[in-house]
C-alpha cells in the first residue's frame, strides 16, 4: 500500500465511522475467539496494513511498573479481542537513568489506526482493567510522554514475522533516515529488490519492515531484526558485509549510502515476559 492508497482508505473509514457508526469504532468488541484465529498464520507471517510504533518515555520505577500492568491486564488483552496485534512491549537492554519502553502495535489494515483507539476509549472492560493507568492526577502521570511514529509495510516483506516466544530473542530496531524523499524511497526500493533477501541468508532475521508516513525525522525507513544473542549479530553481519551480491547491490549507481542515507539509528531491545512478539 501506498501513502496515497493508505490515508484515502483511512479517510473513507472515518467518515464511514461518523456517519453509521458502525465497525470497530461504535465500541463493540469482536469475539475473544478472534484472539486465536491467526495462529495458523504465524509460521507464514500475519498480514499487516500499518504498524504503529510507541515509545513510552518514563521517569520512575512506579511508572514502569505501572505502564508493564496496564500493557499485561488490560491494552494487549483488548487489543487481541479487537483483532489488532500481536502486540509486542521491549525494554532497552542497556539500562539507562530514563526508562524506556516500546510498543510495537500491528494493524490488519490502515482503517484500523483510526478505529483502534476509540474503540479503546469506549471499551468498558478496558477502562476497568486500565483504571490506574488512565484515571491519574498531573501530580501521577503515567508517563512523561509519548513519541510514536506510523508506517506502512514494503512490498518486499508486507508480513509481519514473529519469533518463537518460548525461545531466547533480542530484538535490533533500526531506522534509515534520508536526505529527500526521492531518496527515502529508492532506499525502501533496494530492500523490495534485494536487500531483504540477503539479510536472510545472512541470518539477519527480519520481523518487520516498515516506510514511516507520520512521525519524526522524516523521511525515514524503520526495520526489527531478531536474534538468540548477541553472538548471533554479530556472525550475521559480518556474513552480511561479505555478501558478493550485497557488495555488488550497495555499489551500483544510486543505491549507494552517500546518495540515499543520511543517518542510521539502532537500539538493542529485550521483549517482556508478556510481549506477544
Known amino acids: 500500500m501506498n501513502r496515497r492508497e493508505f490515508f484515502a482508505s483511512s479517510a473513507v473509514s472515518a467518515m464511514t465511522a461518523v456517519t453509521v457508526g458502525s465497525g470497530m469504532s461504535s465500541g463493540a468488541e469482536v469475539s475473544t475467539a478472534a484472539v486465536f484465529e491467526d495462529k495458523y498464520e504465524l509460521n507464514e507471517g500475519i498480514a499487516v496494513g500499518a504498524y504503529e510504533l510507541r515509545k513510552y518515555i518514563l521517569k520512575s520505577a512506579n511508572q514502569l511498573e505501572r505502564l508493564h500492568d496496564y500493557f499485561k491486564t488490560a491494552f494487549i488483552p483488548t487489543a487481541r479481542r479487537l483483532g489488532t496485534g500481536p502486540v509486542g512491549v521491549f525494554e532497552l537492554v542497556a539500562t539507562t537513568d530514563t526508562p524506556v519502553v516500546y ?120 526495520y526489527m531484526l531478531t536474534y538468540p544473542d548477541m553472538s548471533v549479530h554479530g556472525i550475521a553481519w559480518k556474513k552480511f558485509i561479505a555478501d558478493p551480491e550485497w557488495k555488488k547491490l550497495s555499489k551500483t549507481p544510486g543505491f549507494t549510502d552517500p546518495e540515499i542515507v543520511s543517518n542510521i539509528t539502532n537500539v538493542f531491545l529485550k521483549p517482556t515476559l508478556y510481549s506477544q512478539i
Open 103 to 222: 510498543v510495537l502495535i500491528p494493524h490488519r489494515t490502515a482503517a484500523s489506526v483510526l478505529e483502534f483507539p476509540v474503540a479503546l476509549a469506549k471499551s468498558k472492560e478496558h477502562l476497568a482493567l486500565g483504571a490506574t493507568f488512565w484515571n491519574v492526577m498531573p501530580s501521577e502521570a503515567s508517563y512523561v510522554r509519548i513519541e510514536s511514529s506510523l508506517m506502512t509495510p514494503f512490498a518486499g516483506m508486507a508480513k509481519l514475522e514473529t519469533p518463537d516466544i518460548n525461545s531466547s530473542r533480542i530484538f535490533e530496531l533500526r531506522t534509515y533516515e534520508s536526505h529527500s524523499e526521492r531518496a527515502g524511497i529508492k532506499k525502501v526500493e533496494m530492500f523490495n529488490i534485494g536487500e531483504i533477501e540477503i539479510f536472510r541468508r545472512s541470518g539477519l532475521t527480519p520481523v518487520f519492515f516498515g516506510q514511516t508516513v507520520i512521525g519524526a525525522k522524516l523521511p525515514n525507513l524503520t
